[in-house]
C-alpha cells in the first residue's frame, strides 16, 4: 500500500513537473515574457531593472529552473492590476470558491443520490420516466442561462434572496467562510445550487444505472432470502454497492466544479476565484493566469490522487488484491 | 408414533407465469408435491424445467416478469401465498432457508462475513452483536471450517469457492430451519468438494430433522442423498417417487432417458466405444408448448392419446407412491439404438 | 468474412433506424432539431430584420416588449427588442446559425481530426500509441472551460478562434473512442488476413476498421455536438467569443444581463429558451442513439 502511494506521490509531482515547463514555454512561445510578467508601461530603464531583477536575461534553462524555484517559494509574479502577489490573491480568494463548489456537490448528492436510488429501483414507475426525462434537461441547461432565470424569479421578482455577493463570514481555521452565518447562506444558496444542477442530474442517472446494475445481482436476492427488512437491502446492500463507484466520479467532478465556477462567480459576483481569473483574462492581467494555473494543475492531481486513494480503501477487493 | 403430522411442505398446483415481450411463460405449470419433516426431496430437471423458479416461488422470491398465480405452498400447514409480505419475510433465513448456485455471487463483495451473517442473525431475533458474532462463529464450525474467526473477519474474494458455499450454507443454517431450498449448491464447484459438501449436508439434516429439496440437473449427485426424487420437465413434475422407485424402475420416458443417458448407469451394459444414449430433441420452447404431453415430440412412445394433458397416475399397485405423467406406463423398452 | 458486412451494411442501418424511431421522446427531439436546421437555413426568409445589419436597427425601438408593433417597418416585435433595437426573434433565428454553424462545424473537423489521430494510434501501436493516448488523457483530465479560456486568452477572441479553440479540445474524446475500437477490430482475423492479402494500411483502415467504429462515434459525435453548442453560448455569454456586432444566442443573453433588474427578462429568456430547446433536441436524439447502438441492449 506504502509502495503504491509513494509511487503515486512520484507521478503526481510528475505531472506538476509537466505542467509548469508547458506554462514556461507557453510563456515564451505566445508572447514576450517581458510584457508578460512586468507589463508594457514601463520606461526603457525600469524595463532593464526589471529584467535584470527578475532574470529575465539569463539563458532559458536558467530562467526555467529560476520559474520553478519561484513557484516552490510562492513566488508567481505580481499582479498589474492588484499590485499584490499573485499567488497569495489566489489563495486569498479560493475559500470562496470552495465554499460554492463543495456545497453544489453536497446539494447535488443530497438531491441525486435519492432520486437516483428511487429511479433504479422502480424505473417503470411514471415518477422515474419523468425523474429521467427531466435529468436530460437538466444537464442541457446553459449554466449561465438558469442563473439568470434563478436571479430573475428569486431576487427580482419574489425578492427572496440576494442576488449577487457573497454574504458575512465567520472565521474558522483562520480562514473566513460565509456559510456559518445566516446572511452567508442566504447569499450561498442561488449560487450554489445553480451550479449543482447540472451535478444534480449526472448524479441521479449515474445512480440509477448503478442501482439498475447491482439489483439483480444474486446477492441482492441472497439477502432478501436472508429475511433482512427491505430497508437493509436497500441502504446496506444495493446503495453500498452503487455507491463505491459513484464516490470516485464525485471527487473528479469537484475539480470541474471548481472550473465552471467561473460562470457563476461571474453572475453572481462572487469574489472567488474564478471570477478574479476571468477578470484578469479579460484585462491581461497575465501573472494572476499563470498562477492560476499553477494553482488549478495542483488542485487536480490532488484531486486525482485522492480519488484512487479513496477507491482503494472504500473497494476491499481491490485494496486487499495489492495486499496479497 | 407421531399421529398424521403435518408435513414440512405442501405443494399444492403451484402456477408461476413469466409476461415477457414475446409471450406468457408458465414457467411452473401446476407442481404438487408434499414433503414430510426430516426428508430429502431431489427436485431433477434441465435448465429451464421450472425447478429453480419452483424454489424460488416456494420463497416468494420470484422477480418481475414473473409472478406466482395460483396453487397453495403450505408450510407446516400454513399457506405462504396468503401470508403479508412481512409474514413471509420473518420466515425466511429463520424457518425457511435458501441455498443457491453460484458461491461467487451470492455474498456482498463488499462486506465482511461476519457482518453478512450477523445480520441474518439480527434480523430474526434482538441479540447483540457479540453474541450474535459468537453463533455465526459456532455455525461456521459447524461447516468444518477450521479458524472461524479469521473467516469471520474476511472479505467474500478471499475465501475459495467452496468455503464461501460453506459459509452460505451456513447462514442458512443460522436459525435451524425447519426447510431447506438448495439449488444447484454444489455445481459450480470442484467434484471432490461436491462430494464434501453433499455428505456434510446429509448430516447435519439428519442430525437436526430438517427437510431438504435439493434441486439438480444432476440424478447422480442427487441419487446419494435424496429419499424421494421428482423429475420436472416444462414446469410439470413427470414422475415422483422414492430414490429407488425413480432410480430403479423409472416409468416415464424422460426419467428413462436420464437414467439412460448416465455413463454410471450404461456401464455394466455399455461396451467400449459404444455411444451414451441421448433424449433426442431439444429443450422445450415454453412459448411453443404443444397441447398435450409436454414431452411427446421427443417422445418414441408417443401416440395420438399424447394430444391431451396427463395426469399424475400411480402405474403400480404395490407402490401407490410412485407415480408418473403418461399414458405409456411400462418398463423400460428395447429402444431403438440412439 | 468481412465482404458479406459491407452487402449487409444497408439493413444494419435500416434496423438502428427503425429502433431509434420507436422512442417518441427521440422522435419529438429529432423534430425540434430538424425545425431548427430548417429555420437556420432559411434564416433571411423568414425574418423580418436582419439583425446584424446596423442600419436595419432602430435605436428608438430598443429594449420593447413582446408583442410590441415596430415604430418605423411595419411588423410586430413578437418576442420584443434588446437594448441595441434588435428584433429578437430575427436575433434568435440568426443567432441559432451561428450555434449551429459552430456546433456542428467544430465537432464535424475534430471528429475528423480525431479519428484519424485514433486510428493512427491503434494501428501504429508501441510507443506512439502510448504518447498520443498520454496525450489525450492529459487533455481530457482536465475541465474544458478552463482550457477553453487559458486558449481564448491567448489567441484573441472571435467566431473563428472559438471554432479553433474548440477543436483543440474536442478531438481528444473522438480520438479516445475510435482508439478503443480500432484495437478491439485490428485483433480481429480479418484484419489479419487483408494483411496477408497485401492490402495497403490506409484502405484497412479506410474500407474495414472505419466502418465498424462508426456507431460509438456517432454517439459521442451528437452529444459533443451539445457541448460545443453549449461551450460558445457560455464562452460568447462571458465576452469572449463572437463579436458584439454579430450576437450568437449566448451574446444575446449576456446582453439582456443588465436589464434583469429592471424587470425587462425577455431579452435573456427567449434566447435561452431557444439554446435550451436546441440542446435538449439533441441530447435526447443522442441518448437514444445510444441506447440504440449499444450493443450489451442489442437484442
Known sequence: MTGWLLRRLAQAALVVLLMTAIVFVGLHAIGNPIDILIGEDLNQQERLQAIARLGLDQPLWRQYLAFVDGALHGQLGKSFVYQEDAIRLILQRLPATMELAVGALLLAVAIGVPLGLFAGMKPDHPLAKALMAASIVGFSLPAFWVALMFIMVFSVQLGWLPASGRGATRELFGVQWSWLTLDGLQHLILPAFNLALFKISLVLRLTRAGVREVLPQDFVKFARAKGLSPARVVLVHVLRNTLIPLVTVLGLELGSTIAYAVVTETIFAWPGAGKLILDSINSLDRPVVVAYLMVVVVIFVTLNLVVDLLYKLLDPRVRLEGAR | ?338 | MNWRRGFNEHSIWWRVAADFLRSRVAIAGLAVLALVALAALAAPWITPQNPYDLMQLDVLDARLKPGTPSSAAGFTYWLGTDGQGRDLYSAIVYGLRISLLVGIGSAAIAAVLGTGIGLLAAYAGGKVDAALMRLVDLLLSFPTILMALMILAYVGKGVGNVVLTLVLLEWAYYARTARGQALVETRRDYVEAARGQGIPPWRILSGHILPNCLPPLLVIGALQIARAITLEATLSFLGLGVPITEPSLGLLISNGYQYLLSNEYWISFFPGVALLATIVAINLVGDQLRDVLNPRLQR
Open chain 2, 1 to 338: 408414533m407421531s399421529d398424521a403430522e403435518v408435513p414440512t411442505l405442501e405443494l399444492r398446483d403451484l402456477q408461476t407465469r413469466f409476461h415477457t415481450r414475446d409471450g406468457v411463460l408458465p414457467v411452473v405449470d401446476g407442481v404438487s408435491f408434499t414433503l414430510a419433516r426430516g426428508k430429502v426431496l431431489g427436485l431433477v430437471g434441465e435448465s429451464g424445467s421450472g425447478k429453480s423458479v419452483t424454489g424460488f416461488s416456494i420463497m416468494g422470491l420470484v422477480d418481475p416478469p414473473g409472478r406466482v398465480e395460483g396453487g397453495q405452498v403450505l408450510f407446516q400447514g400454513r399457506d405462504l401465498l396468503q401470508m403479508s409480505n412481512a409474514e413471509r419475510r420473518a420466515l425466511r433465513g429463520d424457518r425457511i432457508a435458501m441455498i443457491f448456485q453460484d458461491p461467487m455471487a451470492t455474498l456482498n463483495p463488499v462486506l465482511r462475513v461476519d457482518t453478512q451473517m450477523i445480520e441474518t442473525v439480527q434480523a430474526h431475533r434482538s441479540v447483540s452483536t457479540t453474541a450474535a458474532r459468537k453463533q455465526a462463529a459456532d455455525t461456521l464450525a459447524l461447516m468444518g471450517l477450521s479458524n472461524a474467526g479469521e473467516r469471520l473477519r474476511a472479505y467474500p474474494h478471499q475465501l475459495s469457492g467452496g468455503m464461501r458455499q460453506r459459509v452460505a450454507i451456513a447462514i442458512a443454517l443460522l436459525h435451524g430451519p425447519d426447510l431447506i431450498i438448495a439449488d444447484e449448491p454444489t455445481t459450480a464447484l470442484d467434484v471432490t468438494i461436491q462430494a464434501q459438501i453433499l455428505s456434510e449436508m446429509q448430516k447435519l439434516v439428519a442430525a437436526r430433522g430438517t427437510s431438504l429439496i435439493w434441486i439438480s440437473h444432476d440424478l447422480s449427485v442427487v441419487a446419494g442423498l435424496a429419499d424421494e426424487i421428482a423429475v420436472m420437465y416444462a414446469g410439470r413434475i413427470v414422475e415422483h417417487g422414492t430414490v429407488d422407485q425413480v432410480l430403479d424402475d423409472p416409468q416415464h420416458p424422460y426419467t428413462q432417458g436420464l437414467i439412460g443417458s448416465l455413463p454410471s448407469a450404461n456401464l455394466r451394459t455399455q461396451r467400449r466405444g459404444e455411444r451414451l444414449r441421448q433424449i433426442p430433441g431439444m429443450a422445450p420452447n415454453l412459448l411453443q408448448m404443444p397441447e398435450g404431453c409436454a414431452f411427446a415430440p421427443r417422445c418414441a412412445r408417443a401416440s395420438a392419446a399424447c394430444a391431451t394433458r396427463p395426469e399424475m397416475t400411480s402405474p403400480r399397485a404395490d407402490a401407490p407412491g410412485h407415480r408418473v405423467r403418461c399414458f405409456h406406463l411400462g418398463p423400460v423398452a428395447a429402444e431403438a439404438s440412439a
